[in-house]
């Protein structure tokens, strides 16, 4: 099974598509996991990307779909995949799809998860990254046992420059204008899902799992 999350920042995608791919025995894959791994093992595309990225440009699309690309000839992801954050635009959203039907087969749910603007505030502007691993904290709804050290490696936490109030309203209107027509592409390809993720983690990873379930149940009855 193949499943895109989609959401604004701060929805809490990485956390659910972890534990999703966890519940379902699926990989998980985040294109800016894949950025960051290439980069370190000096692929030929990590220093494609290296080569914007010490411009200060973006990576172009192309690139990252071609991580995408190579990623999925990986033996895990023969039964599907989660896929976390990506596409982001409308032409990622195409060029996945050519892709994936290059490979006969396509994506089987996209689920958006919705989040209100001053829940997403709250969430960015108490969020901790550890600089080794990438792992997520909270100040408040999910702090590390020892302050400002991450649980898994060990290594330091620091909070961005731009989790603040103001630069967080900006990503989230950027993020609407990009993502608007990637939305409205899923529904009319029948395939969006929408969920509040204003809900506890757990309730929303529920629903989800829910969504899934009768996925596969439709599927089974199609057969």
């Given at each position: ?74 033996p895990d992801v023969k039964k599907g995949f ?57 100040i408040t709804n999910m702090p590390p046992k ?10 330091s936490l620091y909070q961005r420059t731009d ?61």
């Amino acid at each position: 099974m193949k499943i895109i999350l989609l959401g604004p920042p701060g929805a809490g995608k990485g956390t659910q598509a972890k534990v999703l791919a966890e519940k379902l025995s699926l990989p998980h894959i985040s294109t800016g996991d894949l950025l960051r791994q290439n980069v370190a093992a000096d692929t030929g595309l990590g220093k494609d990307a290296r080569s914007f990225m010490d411009k200060g440009a973006l990576v172009p699309d192309e690139l990252v779909t071609r991580m995408l690309s190579e990623r999925i000839t990986h033996p895990d992801v023969k039964k599907g995949f989660i896929l976390d954050g990506y596409p982001r635009n409308i032409s990622q959203a195409k060029g996945l799809d050519d892709m994936l039907k290059s490979r006969n087969t396509g994506i089987d749910m996209v689920i958006y998860l919705d989040t209100s603007v001053p829940l997403v505030i709250q969430r960015l502007s108490g969020r901790l990254v550890c600089q080794a691993c990438g792992l997520n904290f909270h100040i408040t709804n999910m702090p590390p046992k020892k302050a400002m050290i991450c649980d898994s490696c060990g290594a330091s936490l620091y909070q961005r420059t731009d989790d603040n109030e103001e630069t967080i309203k900006k990503r989230l209107e950027v993020y609407k204008k990009e993502s608007s027509p990637v939305i409205e592409y899923y529904e009319a390809k029948q395939k969006l899902h929408r969920l509040s993720a204003d809900e506890d983690a757990g309730i929303v990873l529920g629903q989800i799992l829910e969504l899934v379930k009768r996925h596969n149940t439709n599927d089974s009855l199609k057969v």
